[in-house]
């Protein structure tokens, strides 16, 4: 075989291994743009159904809720898709899932006994019994963590596409129904819970066949061994995950304890609906991302290709997108989801450059896992945290306004933000330069042009 023949077949392997993984993303891209259109289209229902009060009170909770979920698996999740044997893979779904039924009921109960003891360290979560929920809540999302992994595994893109818009209707007509008739932060958790049982179980029946064949074969002594093999997980992972989560779900906590129930139902739609491209892009590429990375990570130069590329295009979509929110926010969310939403409007204005950076790296983040840096992702987790516990404090002591504890907060995500995609494509020697001369050359422009175009549009409104 000659030289130029081997550098065509090579040619056409890579072709066609980036026509495999873009595919698998446009298909989970699909699934997700649907449900989370179902999502935008039912949201101005439900706000008008539900007060910023009843929204605040479900955004409190699911800020618990969230914080516990992220190590209701141990974060052994995360190695699902790691080994080559499928043994040792099913080894760790089992694992995972008795250590998400103990976390689950931890966690309920540590809230039970704060309500019978009454320690009301937080009213909105423990007022009207929201607290009985933390267990099943817990439970069933870190169900959706673990089977969603396996489907990346199996490569069922098509079942994650179908699971999110099957959850999305469930979810948003749940909340509908339930609000018309009982208007209230239960009917709203009620929704949500629907939602994610109906996402496992669509899941589940996708991957049944593939992966959960011969289950029985894993004995005790083959759980114990992957727990023992991918220890750094729990032991290191866990610490940086919970410190990312709370970077973001610590605010919606202290504003509910510090500022007012209303404050903290804006700042939970505006997190909503500026979380969408989120789950529509950034979830979807991340998934098939993963897997991908997983079986070339020695070929570097392949990865900073493919990682920049994808970089460049979520960050150029991100910035697209979130333009109009920095520039029409206010007057997006006043016509949308009604009157009473515009402060929420405002908090996106803020809020959505940061956001757009979150986008651009939250694929990416699972670098972190494949090249087992761990302990590099604690502690810019840690630095996320407390930059989120500053901002929000600092304006508190200093007797600011609610919308200048807002601005602090999109100052400080804006920072971490830029950090931690720093250190991501550190990872894979692309150096802080580069990131941050990409993302000036990017994003710099669009929001210079949309600025202009908004000064003459607002004058002539």
Not at 13 to 32: M, N, P
Not at 360 to 374: D, G, H, Q, R
Request: net charge positive.
């Amino acid at each position: 075989m000659n030289l130029l023949s081997y550098l065509n077949i090579c040619n056409l392997r890579s072709k066609l291994q980036r026509s495999s993984f873009f595919k698998s993303v446009l298909l989970l891209a699909a699934g997700s743009s649907v449900g989370q259109l179902i999502s935008l289209l039912f949201q101005p229902i439900i706000t008008r159904i539900y007060s910023p009060e009843d929204m605040g009170a479900f955004s409190a909770l699911l800020a618990i809720v969230s914080m516990w979920t992220v190590v209701s698996a141990g974060r052994y999740e995360l190695a699902i898709v790691l080994p080559d044997e499928k043994k040792q893979a099913k080894a760790i779904v089992f694992l995972c899932l008795i250590i998400a039924v103990i976390i689950s009921f931890i966690a309920g109960f540590w809230y039970f006994f704060k309500y019978l003891l009454k320690f009301n360290s937080n009213a909105l979560l423990l007022k009207n019994y929201l607290f009985l929920f933390i267990t099943p809540l817990v439970l069933i999302n870190a169900c959706d963590l673990i089977f969603m992994k396996i489907a990346v595994r199996e490569k069922q893109v098509r079942g994650l596409s179908t699971s999110q818009i099957a959850r999305q209707l469930g979810d948003k007509l749940t909340k509908i129904g339930l609000g018309v008739v009982w208007p209230h932060p239960i009917s709203l958790i009620i929704g949500n819970l629907i939602g994610q049982v109906i996402r496992v179980f669509v899941i589940f029946y996708f991957v049944i066949e593939s992966f959960f064949k011969g289950a029985c074969e894993v004995k005790r002594r083959d759980i114990f061994a992957v727990a023992k093999r991918y220890k750094k997980f729990p032991l290191v992972s866990s610490f940086s995950a919970l410190l990312d989560v709370a970077s973001v779900q610590v605010p919606v906590i202290l504003l509910s304890s510090l500022f007012s129930e209303k404050l903290v139902g804006y700042y939970g739609l505006c997190l909503a609906v500026l979380s969408v491209p989120m789950g529509v892009v950034g979830s979807s590429i991340g998934n098939v991302f993963v897997e991908k990375i997983a079986r070339v990570k020695n070929d570097i130069i392949y990865v900073q290709n493919l990682t920049l590329n994808l970089f460049k295009k979520l960050l150029l979509i991100g910035t697209l997108g979130m333009s109009f929110i920095v520039m029409y926010g206010d007057l997006i969310f006043y016509l949308i989801f009604g009157k009473a939403w515009k402060f929420a409007g405002i908090c996106a204005m803020w809020s959505a450059p940061g956001l757009v950076l979150v986008l651009a790296f939250s694929p990416l983040s699972s670098l972190f896992s494949v090249y087992e840096k761990i302990e590099q992702g604690f502690w810019l987790g840690a630095f996320s945290f407390l930059s989120s516990l500053i901002c929000i404090f600092l304006p508190y002591w200093m007797g600011m306004s609610e919308l200048h504890v807002i601005i602090s907060l999109a100052i400080g995500s804006f920072v971490s933000s830029i950090v931690l995609l720093v250190a991501i494509l550190k990872i894979i020697d692309i150096n802080y330069l580069k990131t941050l001369s990409i993302i000036c050359k990017i994003s710099l422009p669009i929001y210079l042009l949309q600025g202009i175009i908004a000064f003459f549009v607002r004058r002539l409104f």
